[in-house]
Nanobody, 127 residues
Framework: VQLQASGGGLVQAGGSLRLSCVIS????????MGWFRQAPGKDYDFVAFISRSYGTTGYADSVKGRFTISRDNAKNMVYLEMNSLKPEDTAVYYCAAVRTIMTDQRIITDRGRYDYWGQGTQVTVSS
């Protein structure tokens, strides 16, 4: 299984970016997806989650109301729409996949639970 994240860049505070992540190698519909981020000198932080089915989502408090996670199973893609960006959102953003059963709607925030990770995409928000 391979994940490829893209869409990062440099943006001014208040701006928007959309991150994308494509998964290949296994049926995408078998996986719940998450986004994490790592700021310089800090540990990984959970950002957002979407279940494999029924569209259950979860967000870190710091991004609620600003970020939206979505998925397109037909395209094997997961997205992170980021609005009202702040300098503290600056980090490398990673998409991750965890295999779950269809009826499991629990929001998974523990990065140790995830099976596969993308390479990361840099997001820099200037003040």
């Amino acid at each position: 299984v391979q994940l490829q994240a893209s869409g990062g860049g440099l943006v001014q505070a208040g701006g928007s970016l959309r991150l994308s992540c494509v998964i290949s190698g296994r049926p995408f519909r078998e996986y719940a997806m998450g986004w994490f981020r790592q700021a310089p000198g800090k540990d990984y932080d959970f950002v957002a989650f979407i279940s494999r089915s029924y569209g259950t989502t979860g967000y870190a408090d710091s991004v609620k109301g600003r970020f939206t996670i979505s998925r397109d199973n037909a395209k094997n893609m997961v997205y992170l729409e980021m609005n009202s960006l702040k300098p503290e959102d600056t980090a490398v953003y990673y998409c991750a996949a965890v295999r779950t059963i269809m009826t499991d709607q629990r929001i998974i925030t523990d990065r140790g639970r995830y099976d596969y990770w993308g390479q990361g995409t840099q997001v820099t928000v200037s003040s």
